[in-house]
């Protein structure tokens, strides 16, 4: 089976910086996605990692260590408005996403 | 205009009925996804298809059937619904571009089954 695991919420300050993990465990590897997703709303795309190292985008970095089963979303100089979940979600082949089950991210002033 | 357009955006239900609901895309993708959200559990996948002809069950198939109509057309049925079929519904949509395919989601369909 597919297991992929990530804090169920974090709490973090309006301007600070905050690290999601996600670690996984699945069948095969191509490709680790982290979506952005408000209450209510659709997930959105924030960033994909199918090599190790760190992908930087805006406030937004992503980093993978394939052989540790390991990812972390990093968002920077945090906003009220990035209050929501994230979603990590590997592609353990080119068919299927398999998500995490969601960190929801408090920001307060 | 939204991308992955999904009908109806809320359905209440009563146990046994058949429901269906309905996903669009202009996008121009082949490949059309339905998961379904619930607390705590994040989006599982139901079914998805590759193109027209291709029909594939996801984690959590049981219960459900999907219908391919066109390339932009893709809808989920409940034959007959159950209370824990209650959840948040997502249709999605990718495109191969290499490696870096990705989903696009509907707004979803909150349904309830009573």
């Known amino acids: 089976g597919q297991n992929i695991d990530q804090p169920t919420e974090m709490t973090a300050t309006e301007g600070a910086i905050v690290q999601i993990n996600c670690t996984y465990q699945?069948?095969?590897?191509?490709?680790l996605f982290w979506y952005q997703q408000h209450a209510g709303e659709a997930p959105t795309f924030l960033s994909y990692?199918?090599?190790?190292g760190l992908e930087e985008k805006g406030r937004f970095s992503s980093f993978l260590s394939r052989s540790k089963g390991y990812s972390y979303l990093l968002l920077k100089e945090l906003q009220m408005k990035d209050s929501a979940s994230y979603l990590c979600?590997?592609?353990?082949?080119?068919?299927?996403?398999?998500f995490g089950s969601g960190t929801k991210l408090n920001v307060k002033p | 205009d939204a991308d992955v357009t999904q009908t109806p955006r809320n359905r209440i239900t009563k146990t046994g009925k058949r429901i269906m609901l309905e996903c669009s895309q202009t996008?121009?993708?082949?490949?059309m996804y339905w998961y379904r959200q619930d607390p705590g559990l994040g989006l599982r996948l139901i079914y998805y298809?590759?193109?027209?002809?291709?029909?594939n069950k996801g984690e959590i198939s049981d219960g459900y059937s999907v219908s391919r109509q066109a390339q932009a057309k893709f809808s989920l049925s409940l034959e007959s619904a159950i209370p824990n079929q209650t959840a948040l519904y997502f249709c999605?949509?990718?495109?191969?571009?290499?490696?870096?395919?990705?989903?696009?989601f509907g707004s979803g369909t909150q349904l309830s089954v009573l």
């Open positions: 999605a949509t990718s495109d191969r571009q290499g490696g870096r395919e990705k989903l696009f």
């Open positions: 699945t069948s095969g590897f191509n490709g």
């Open positions: 990692n199918v090599l190790d």
């Open positions: 979600a590997v592609r353990p082949n080119f068919n299927k996403f398999y």
């Open positions: 996008k121009g993708h082949d490949r």
């Open positions: 298809s590759f193109d027209v002809k291709d029909i």
